[in-house]
């Protein structure tokens, strides 16, 4: 099996990364910015819906249910996507979903294919592997191509290029389309990317798209979008390819009433995408003539067996987690060092691989639930997190030092009498390090406390001294 | 009534102003207050880092400690929120029936400060005052764990002489997060940075909490920086009197 998401095995922990990262300001600027945007327009619109809670719960419910006859629905998604028109195929892991987009592309002769936003495409890295067999990919959402034209890497699961200004966009437009006069405002860069694009859109007969939810009842796939180009990849083309990671099927047509509220209210702060495409299979004289879906696992089924974690595939990529972390806020996406960043990242990323590779990952939190208040499917990250940490403690990936500390102080804390005599110990030994009872340096791993604080000296008498002396 | 205090281990060893501002309050108030010598520390640090096996001992000392107490007060929203957030499924993990029961019982008894004045004894005007500007930080765990809304504003919107300064971007966590401190300097520092900037701009002299572990993170920076501005628990600023 290879399991991968993108190129996380390989990234820098996350201190490391976010270190080098929170001294770049312009990009601190970008992110604050465009979170705070984000984060003000979703607040408007979720206050607005009077049961709001109510559908986060009804979400929530629907997703476990999902979840746990997961094999049935996406039977039942075959046999109506089939029955259709559509033909299915099941991929293992990315190298296998690889496999089978890449053979599917060379049947139709083609070297060229077009792209709707797909997350899913960046985990099991497909660009490479398409570059790799010769064919050429055209990233088509805004974003995505601002990504693959800069060649940098996304930031955000639904806004990739969430780190860069329309100054820096500008830029990377005038460099690789050859645009001496562009101009920076909004129109302008839609304007030559509207104009760049049109051609791909009409000249290319292959289309790579992802999909937001299937549906098991129908064999329907739904793409929501706000820029239309996704309508055009999967109503323009001959052949039309869609990879969808197995934990996107939901039972019933139904259920999308829940989850088009959910997702855009969310997501962009809209009342609705401006962009719904449901399609079911092919339809003679209308769109695509052949459509594949590609069900990916890539270590979701895994994810699926730990009943303390798998509602992480709950999630519905909303990115409101993103914009509501504190963390995320200072350091952007690239110091999750994967396709998935912020908390929902912390949490999908060591799960899907193994956790050797990202155990600095559940770390990237300072606990403070904001996602867990935002997310609209109540995944509670912050208790995953944590299960994650106990995970990474238990496979021991911690530093010795920190481990002998935990049980030094797990013994010393066991009682009150210990914790007395902890007192004690800590008060005799801080005098090499204070000063006017202050501590400035501290040795070891409390050197990173002092490092950008203060701490005050531990008094010259406990509480629970005062209390006895009291009587 | 008789209230039960746990301390917590940081404030009994750090911040023992906190602990006797706690007494002075809720006996200002008539009722008889009680410290049992055996309380240690929720295991907060140990669990929230990973350290499960580390943090059991610390909620059996706990269990052994508050067993037949009535109501248990304590200063520090992020420990409470570890003992009704987690204990129950720690204690259901460990298998012990018996554990399970006790740990059942134990947790609707124990309070959050500013909990126990305004829903447990239904007071908000304990007759302090306080002079001062002061700017409130909602600790994250007392904000989004145990929900404390607007109790503590309530709480200092009734002390004498003391004018109350709205934070911005006052849900935004400070960074400490326990051990993130230490494990993601960089980035709690970062976010300490913002939160200085909102402290700062407020122009109060005095950033209150409900819980000193944020206090002890913003006072590092405060304190680092020689900014004069100072912290405080609400419970030293209810308990000041003139
Ligand atoms: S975890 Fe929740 S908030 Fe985060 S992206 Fe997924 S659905 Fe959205």
Not at chain 1, 82 to 88: F, L, Q
Not at chain 1, 123 to 146: M, S, V, Y
Not at chain 1, 336 to 358: K, N
Not at chain 2, 147 to 160: A, C, D, S, Y
Request: net charge negative; proline share 4%; glycine share 6%.
């Amino acid at each position: 099996m290879s399991v991968y998401v993108g190129h996380a095995a390989e990234a820098e922990a996350f201190p490391r990364a976010a270190e080098t990262l929170v001294a770049d300001t312009q990009l601190r600027r970008n992110v604050r910015h465009a979170t705070d945007v984000i984060r003000r327009k979703r607040a408007r619109v979720v206050d607005e819906v009077p049961d709001w809670e109510a559908l986060r719960e009804t979400g929530h419910a629907i997703k476990q249910h999902t979840l746990a006859h997961l094999d049935r629905y996406l039977e039942e998604f075959e046999r109506n996507c089939t029955k259709a028109g559509g033909r299915v195929h099941w991929a293992r892991d990315a190298d296998e979903a690889n496999r089978i987009i890449v053979d599917l592309i060379r049947a139709t002769g083609e070297s060229e294919v077009i792209k709707v936003k797909t997350m899913t495409s960046d985990e099991i890295r497909l660009n490479e592997a398409l570059e790799a067999a010769g064919i050429t990919p055209f990233e088509t959402d805004l974003a995505d191509l601002i990504v693959q034209l800069g060649e940098d890497k996304p930031s955000h699961i639904v806004v990739p290029a969430l780190h860069r200004n329309r100054m820096e966009i500008r830029e990377i437009f005038r460099r690789k389309m050859k645009l001496e006069h562009l101009g920076d405002k909004p129109e302008d860069l839609a304007a030559a990317a509207r104009v760049y694009l049109r051609e791909k859109f009409l000249s290319v007969p292959v289309a790579i798209s992802g999909a937001n939810f299937l549906v098991a009842e129908t064999g329907s796939v739904v793409v929501v979008e706000s820029e239309g180009n996704g309508r055009m990849c999967v109503s323009l083309p001959r052949v039309l390819i869609s990879l969808v990671g197995i934990e996107k099927v939901v039972p019933r047509f139904e259920d999308l009433e829940v989850f088009l509220q959910l997702l855009p209210r969310s997501a962009t702060g809209e009342r609705m995408n401006p962009y719904n495409s449901i399609w079911t299979g092919v339809t003679p004289g209308d769109g695509p003539r052949e459509f594949h879906v590609v069900l990916l696992d890539n270590g979701r089924t895994n994810v699926l067996r730990d009943d303390e974690a798998s509602e992480t595939l709950d999630c519905i990529r909303c990115g409101a987690c993103l914009n509501a972390c504190p963390v995320y806020r200072q350091t952007g996406g690239h110091a999750y060092g994967s396709v998935y960043g912020g908390p929902i990242g912390a949490i999908l990323t060591p799960q899907l691989q193994a956790m050797q590779h990202s155990q600095s990952l559940p770390y990237a939190s300072s606990l403070c639930g904001a996602c867990y208040e935002v997310c609209p499917v109540k995944i509670n990250i912050p208790e995953i997190l944590v299960h994650l940490r106990a995970k990474a403690v238990e496979q021991g990936y911690e530093p010795w030092q920190e481990r002998a500390a935990m049980k030094a102080a797990s013994i010393a804390l066991a009682s009150g009498s210990r914790l007395e005599a902890a007192q004690k110990l800590a008060r005799a030994m801080q005098w090499p390090f204070e000063h006017d009872g202050k501590l400035e340096h501290l040795p070891g791993m409390l050197a990173s406390w002092t490092e950008f604080r203060d701490l005050d000296a531990v008094p010259g008498q406990s509480f629970r001294e005062w209390w006895a002396e009291r009587g | 009534m008789t209230i039960d205090l746990f301390i917590t281990c940081y404030n009994d060893t750090l911040f023992p102003d906190t602990g006797k501002a706690v007494v002075a309050v809720l006996e200002r108030l008539g009722h008889r207050v009680a410290f049992r010598r055996e309380q240690s520390c929720c295991g907060q640090m140990h669990y929230n880092t990973g350290y499960q096996s580390e943090a059991f001992p610390l909620l059996r000392n706990f269990v052994r400690t508050f067993a037949d107490a009535e109501v248990i007060c304590a200063p520090s929203s992020s420990c409470v929120a570890m003992i009704r957030d987690h204990f129950p499924k720690m204690a259901a993990a460990s298998g012990d029936e018996k554990l399970v029961e006790r740990v059942e019982e134990i947790v609707p008894r124990v309070f959050e400060f500013s909990e126990m004045l305004v829903d447990r004894l239904g007071v908000t005007d304990l007759g302090a005052y306080y002079p001062h500007t002061v700017t409130l930080h909602p600790s994250c765990h007392g904000l989004r764990s145990l929900g404390l809304g607007n109790k503590p504003r309530q709480l200092l919107e009734r002390v004498r002489g003391l004018r109350l300064i709205e934070l911005p971007e006052a849900e935004q966590c400070c960074g400490f997060g326990g051990t993130f401190a230490i494990k993601n300097a960089d980035v709690s520092a970062a976010m300490l940075a913002d939160k200085m900037r909102c402290v700062l701009n407020t122009g109060a002299e005095v950033c209150t909490a409900t819980d000193n572990s944020c206090l002890m993170h913003i006072k590092g920076a405060l304190s680092r920086m020689r900014t004069g501005v100072k912290c405080a628990h609400l419970a030293e600023i209810l308990a000041a009197s003139a």
